[in-house]
C-alpha cells in the first residue's frame, strides 16, 4: 500500500486481515502524535509495526493543542534547560520533514518596561543558543514606535516594548495524519476505529492485544512481540489491562483555547501575554480568525474525550485580552468555537499544573508492555526513539539505527516556499489567493493532486473544497463526519462559514462516498451539530 491509499476506508477489512495474519514486532496502541510517530521511526528502522487507535487519529489531546511547535520559553525560567534544548533544535526537524507543518511565524511578547524587555532578551536569548537559531531568524527589539506600527492591537499606555522571536505554528492533527500516512508507506498497518481491550499474555509476557473493530464490531488479535501503550491522557487505563493495581502516573491538566473573529481581535502576529496570576497565553491569528488559549487547571473529570468547557474558563482568558489588548471589550458571546484538550503530564504530587514539568517518561509493566507518557507535541520524534530503544531492549528486537536524512512527511517535499506552492495552484487551477494560500498549508505539495480533483468550494465562499472532503476519506482514513468537520478540514474551529453551514454538504458527499444509508447520514449531521453547539 502507498502513502495515497493505506488509510482509505476501503481498504479497512484488508487490514484488519492483516492485523490477524502476521505476527508484528510492535503493536502500539494509540493514534496521537506519541503512538503516529513511534509507528513511523518503527517502519523506517525495519520494524513490523501495527497501531490501533479506539476513536479517529488524532482525537485526543493531539487535537487540541495551541499547535505550536516550540521549546516552550517558560519552561526555561523552570530550569528544564534539557527539554527546552531538545524541543527548541526539533523545531527545525519538523521544519524539514514538512516545512507546510511547521510555519515561521513571529511571536510578539509585550513588555511592560525597560528592565522588564532586558530580562526578556536574556531568556530568549538563551533560548536561541538552546535552539540553534540562525541569524536571520534571531529576535528583535520593538520600542513604541514599531508596536505602533506593526502590532497596534496591543494596548499602549503600559506596553512601551516588545521582544520578537520566531516558533513555529503547526496544523496538530494534519501532523498526525502526515506522520502515519508516512508510517504506512514504510510498511505500518494502521487501523482507527479499534480500541484495546484486552493484553494477550502468554508464559507471563505480553504477546499482543485484543480489539474490536468500531465499524463492523468484529473483533480481532495483533500478535506482537512488544505492547507499546501510547494512549496519551488514558495510558493509565491501558496500564490496568495490563496490571489491574497499577497506581496512577498522570496528573491530568485540562487546557482551553476560544476563537474570536480576526474583525474583532486584529492581531497581525502571533503574541504572548501575561495573565493576572502570572502564567501566559497565546494569540494566534490564523485562517481568518484568532485562537487564544490557554488555560491550565487540574481536571478530576475522569478520561473524558470532550472535556467540558466551563464559562470561568472562557473568562479568564478574555480577562486576559480586555487587559492587554486596545479593543472594545470581547464578550463570551462572540465566541464563535473553542476546544478543550487533556494534558497528560507525569504527576509530581503537590505541584500545580504549570509548575509540572512537560518531560516525558518511559516505563516497562509487568508482563513487557512498555509505557510512553507525557512530553509535548514538539518532542514526538526523540520520545519515539526513547521508546523504541527501550521496547527493543526488553523485546530484543532488531532495531537498525536512526536514519541520518530527513525523511520527508507527505507533502512535504520542498523548501518551505509556501509563496510559489500558492501561486502554482493559482495559475494552475484558478484558485483564489486565498484558497491556495490555505491549501498550500494543509497539504503541502499534495495540494495540487488534490486540487486536480475538483475546486467547488464546499459551501459559497468558503475556501474548503468539496474534493477535500474526498482526500479526507480516500486518502486520510476518515469515518465520520465529525474526523472530517473536526480533524480534517478543521471547519470546525477556522472557517465560521462552513462551520455549521459545512455540515450537510461534508455529510452528503462522504455519504455517496461511504454508502451511507440516509439514517447514516441524518444521524452523523445531528451528531456534528450538537457537538458545535
Ligand atoms: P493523544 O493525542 O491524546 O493520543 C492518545 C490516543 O490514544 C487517543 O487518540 C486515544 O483515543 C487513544 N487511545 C486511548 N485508549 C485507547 C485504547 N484502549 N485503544 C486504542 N487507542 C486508545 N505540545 C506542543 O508541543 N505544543 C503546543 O502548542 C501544545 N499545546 C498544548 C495545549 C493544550 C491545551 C494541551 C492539552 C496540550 C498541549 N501540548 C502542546 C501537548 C501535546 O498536545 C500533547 O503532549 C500531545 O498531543 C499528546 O499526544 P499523545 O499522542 O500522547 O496523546
Not at 520559553?73 to 533544535?89: C, I, P, S
Not at 536561541?128 to 540562525?134: M, W
Not at 528486537?397 to 495552484?425: H, I, M, N, T
Request: proline fraction near 5%; include cysteine; aromatic fraction near 4%.
Amino acid at each position: 500500500m502507498t502513502t495515497a491509499s493505506a488509510l482509505a476506508a476501503s481498504t479497512r477489512s484488508a487490514v484488519l486481515d492483516r492485523l490477524e495474519r502476521e505476527t508484528f514486532d510492535c503493536v502500539v496502541i494509540g493514534g496521537g502524535i506519541t503512538g503516529a510517530g513511534i509507528a513511523r521511526e518503527a517502519a523506517l528502522r525495519g520494524l513490523s509495526v501495527a497501531l490501533l487507535e479506539a476513536e479517529d487519529y488524532a482525537s485526543g489531546t493531539s487535537s487540541r493543542s495551541s499547535k505550536l511547535i516550540h521549546g516552550g520559553l517558560r519552561y526555561l525560567a523552570m530550569g528544564d534547560v534539557a527539554l527546552v534544548r531538545q524541543t527548541a533544535l526539533e523545531r527545525k526537524k519538523i521544519y524539514g520533514l514538512a516545512p507546510h507543518l511547521a510555519e515561521p511565524r513571529w511571536l510578539v511578547v509585550p513588555a511592560r518596561s525597560r528592565a522588564g524587555l532586558l530580562k526578556l532578551r536574556a531568556a530568549i536569548a538563551t533560548y536561541e543558543r538552546l535552539g540553534a537559531v540562525e541569524e536571520q531568524d534571531r529576535h528583535r527589539n520593538w520600542g513604541r514606535s514599531e508596536l505602533e506600527a506593526e502590532e497596534p492591537v496591543l494596548e499602549r499606555r503600559h506596553i512601551a516594548h516588545a521582544c520578537v522571536y520566531r516558533e513555529y505554528l503547526t496544523d496538530d492533527s494534519r501532523l498526525v495524519l502526515a506522520t502515519l500516512r508516512a508510517a504506512a508507506g514504510a510498511g505500518a498497518a494502521l487501523l482507527n476505529l479499534a480500541r484495546v481491550d484486552r493484553i494477550l499474555v502468554e508464559g507471563e509476557r505480553a504477546a499482543g492485544v485484543e480489539a474490536c473493530c468500531g465499524e463492523s464490531g468484529r473483533r480481532i488479535r495483533v500478535r506482537a512481540r512488544c505492547v507499546i501503550n501510547a494512549a496519551g491522557p488514558w495510558v493509565d487505563a491501558v496500564r490496568t489491562l495490563e496490571d489491574a493495581g497499577a497506581p496512577p502516573l498522570l496528573h491530568l491538566s485540562k487546557g482551553i483555547h476560544i476563537v474570536l473573529p480576526a474583525a474583532r481581535l486584529p492581531a497581525r502576529n502571533m503574541l504572548i501575554l501575561n495573565t493576572a496570576d502570572r502564567r501566559s497565553i497565546f494569540v494566534i491569528p490564523r485562517h481568518g480568525v484568532v485562537y487564544v488559549g490557554t488555560t491550565d487547571t487540574s481536571y478530576e473529570g475522569g478520561h473524558d474525550l470532550w472535556p467540558a468547557i466551563e464559562r470561568d474558563d472562557v473568562t479568564y482568558l478574555l480577562d486576559t485580552l480586555n487587559a492587554n489588548l486596545s479593543v472594545d471589550p470581547l464578550h463570551p458571546d462572540e465566541v464563535i468555537a473553542a476546544w478543550a484538550g487533556l494534558r497528560p503530564l507525569i504527576a509530581e504530587p503537590g505541584k500545580a499544573p504549570q509548575e509540572i514539568s512537560r518531560r516525558d517518561e518511559v516505563l516497562v509493566g509487568p508482563s513487557g508492555v512498555v509505557t510512553i507518557a507525557g512530553g509535548k507535541l514538539t518532542g514526538f520524534r526523540p520520545m519515539a526513539r526513547e521508546t523504541l530503544e527501550k521496547a527493543a531492549e526488553v523485546a530484543d528486537l532488531d532495531l537498525a539505527p536512526p536514519l541520518e536524512r530527513l525523511e520527508p512527511l507527505p507533502g512535504g517535499d520542498f523548501d518551505g516556499d509556501l509563496a510559489a506552492l500558492s501561486g502554482a495552484l493559482v495559475t494552475e487551477h484558478g484558485l483564489s489567493a486565498e484558497a491556495a494560500d490555505r491549501l498550500a498549508l494543509c497539504y503541502g505539495t499534495e495540494a495540487s493532486s488534490l486540487a486536480s480533483r475538483g475546486t467547488e468550494p464546499l459551501v459559497p465562499g468558503s475556501t474548503i473544497l468539496t474534493s477535500e472532503i474526498d482526500w479526507a476519506v480516500e486518502v486520510e482514513g476518515a469515518l465520520r463526519l465529525e474526523d472530517v468537520h473536526y480533524r480534517r478540514t478543521r471547519a470546525a474551529f477556522y472557517h465560521p462559514e462552513a462551520r455549521e453551514a459545512g455540515v450537510a454538504a461534508s455529510a452528503e458527499r462522504m455519504a455517496s462516498l461511504l454508502g451511507w444509508d440516509d439514517a447514516r447520514r441524518e444521524a452523523e449531521v445531528a451528531g456534528v451539530l450538537r457537538r458545535l453547539a
